[in-house]
């Protein structure tokens, strides 16, 4: 089961808006809505952050939005800020491999 | 507040067995599929297993199929991975994960499993 792709590292300065993207195939991305984006602070748990493309779960702040075109999602934070230092993994459903859901090799995020 | 503690993390000799134990609290336990997802020291995240809210479908990457076997205990809201044959690659912090239908919306804080002689 392939993963997902993403860049391994996105950087920018505070206040300043990043893209990260993450490319599927028609088995995933492509094809369904289940992508959702996760945060990941080092030593702790990951937290989700974006779930069916676009939505945000209550208490995420609205400078975390996401979008998705042909097999590619991507997740843009806005007014970047120090505590969005941290790595960020997508996850898509597939309809392939043992199991149902694939996840994205991770980004590291930096905040200049 | 959804809870979910995991526990049973240790040291273990290749080829050595464990158990990992995720309590769960604050939601219907039974009505959820729930998942183990694992990361290697400065690795990504990994899916290892999963199972359904009654019992009935399980599911396990590649990697850990015939030796690990995830099940749960709806009565006492825990949810199991019991590890047999552990080799050096399966070194990692696992996670209990609760699924949504859409997402996972709720982690525990992992367990670390180190398999070294």
């Known amino acids: 089961q392939s993963a997902l792709i993403q860049p391994a590292s996105v950087s920018g300065s505070p206040g300043q808006s990043i893209t990260i993207s993450c490319t599927g195939t028609s088995s995933d991305v492509g094809t369904y809505n289940h992508v959702s984006w996760y945060q990941q602070h080092p030593g702790k748990a990951p937290k989700l952050m974006i779930y069916?493309?676009?939505n945000r779960p209550s208490g995420v702040s609205n400078r975390f939005s996401g979008s998705k075109s042909g097999n590619t999602a991507s997740l843009t934070i806005s007014g970047l800020q120090a505590e969005d230092e941290a790595d960020y993994y997508c996850?898509?459903?597939?309809?392939?491999?043992?199991?149902?859901?694939?996840f994205g090799t991770g980004t590291r995020v930096a905040v200049l | 507040e959804v809870q979910l503690v995991e526990s049973g993390g240790g040291l273990v000799q290749p080829g050595g067995s464990l158990r990992l134990s995720c309590a769960a609290s604050g939601f219907t336990f039974r009505t959820y599929w729930m998942h183990w997802v694992r990361q290697a020291p400065g690795k990504g995240l990994m899916w290892v297993s999963r199972?359904?809210?009654?019992?009935?479908?399980?599911n396990y990457a590649d990697s850990v199929k015939g030796r690990f076997t995830i099940s749960r205990d709806n009565a006492k809201n825990t949810l199991y991975l019991q590890m047999n044959s552990l080799r050096a690659e399966d070194t990692a912090v696992y996670y209990c994960?609760?699924?949504?239908?859409?997402?996972?919306?709720?982690w525990g804080q992992g367990t670390l499993v180190t398999v070294s002689s």
């Open positions: 199972l359904n809210g009654d019992v009935t479908i399980t």
């Open positions: 996850n898509s459903y597939t309809n392939r491999g043992a199991l149902p859901w694939v």
């Open positions: 994960v609760r699924e949504s239908g859409d997402s996972f919306d709720y």
């Open positions: 069916e493309v676009s």
